[in-house]
């Protein structure tokens, strides 16, 4: 069976895999004082971090219409496909997958649509997977099977360098909001089952990196591996730095290093640094 694939734009895949592999992202919208973007598209990450800070009106973020996966539905069917899989990021954070979800209706069964629990490469390495599973010759069922195992062994965490705009977002759970009582601090966050956790709060940019490191270093040997920065690149780098020179465990001979898509950045803020990994 021929199966293509659809995403969406917070899977923070590299467009040179996305051309590869000829996945289909939909972007999501980002609305800066009223005026809407695609994702990706008129306002690059660099100078959006660069102008967040100033910004008076505080940019907000929307759903793509259903026609917009229903159009890379018929697409991937025009081309050849059997069954479409689309694998979107955690419904707690965004509607996204309930729209690709309603979309997918008219296709009857040949469309799956799978929420992947995640955001940026959680998702990403998600969609990577089911790509490699369909050319080892997998069928969906053991396709489904693959990413239940790979989402066991994930962890995506950040340290982020203020609580402002995660405030802002509304997507804050009490107990995060509640590290917003003590002075100044900077969260560690991760992303698991779709929800938000607290790890801890730093009074520094360095302490943060100190922690990811840590975690990197608990989790053992990697199968993958993302940093993940809100322009931030300088310590992304510094941190993948500290990992190879004090590594003891297997690392992924590829590294990503990605600057967070701004529909994520939004509800984050700059001058963030995270990873997402999968364990060996």
């Not at 629990?117 to 369909?134: I, N, P, Y």
């Not at 990697?222 to 920065?229: G, V």
């Amino acid at each position: 069976m021929k199966i293509g694939f659809v995403t969406d734009s917070t899977s923070d895949l590299p467009e040179g895999l996305v051309q590869t592999h000829g996945i289909e992202v939909v972007p999501a919208v980002l609305v800066v004082d009223g005026v809407s973007y695609a994702d990706g598209e008129g306002l690059t990450r660099e100078t959006f971090y660069t102008r967040l800070p100033h910004m008076k009106n505080p940019p907000s973020t929307a759903t793509p219409s259903t026609g917009e996966f229903a159009e890379r539905f018929e697409k991937l069917f025009a081309a050849g496909c059997e069954h479409v899989l689309a694998i979107h990021a955690a419904h707690q954070l965004t509607n996204i997958v309930n729209t690709s979800r309603l979309a997918a209706e008219s296709f009857g069964e040949r469309v799956t649509v799978l929420d992947s629990g995640s955001l940026t490469l959680g998702l990403g390495f998600q969609v990577l997977a089911a790509v490699e599973a369909v050319a080892q010759g997998l069928r969906l069922p053991e396709i489904l099977a693959t990413l239940d195992s790979l989402r066991s062994r994930l962890q995506v965490v950040a340290a982020l360098d203020t609580m402002e705009y995660l405030k802002r977002s509304g997507r804050i759970p009490g107990t995060v909001a509640a590290l917003g009582g003590l002075l100044r601090v900077k969260p560690v966050v991760e992303l698991r089952d779709g929800e938000v956790k607290p790890l801890g709060a730093v009074r520094t940019t360095r302490q943060g990196g100190t922690r990811l490191l840590g975690a990197l270093q608990a989790m053992g040997s990697l199968e993958r591996l993302a940093i993940l920065h809100t322009n931030a690149e300088a310590r992304a780098k510094e941190l993948i730095r500290e990992l190879m020179a004090g590594a003891s465990q297997s690392v992924p001979r590829e590294v990503m290093i990605v600057n967070v898509t701004t529909v994520i950045g939004t509800h984050v803020g700059p001058n963030g640094l995270g990873f997402a990994a999968i364990r060996g």
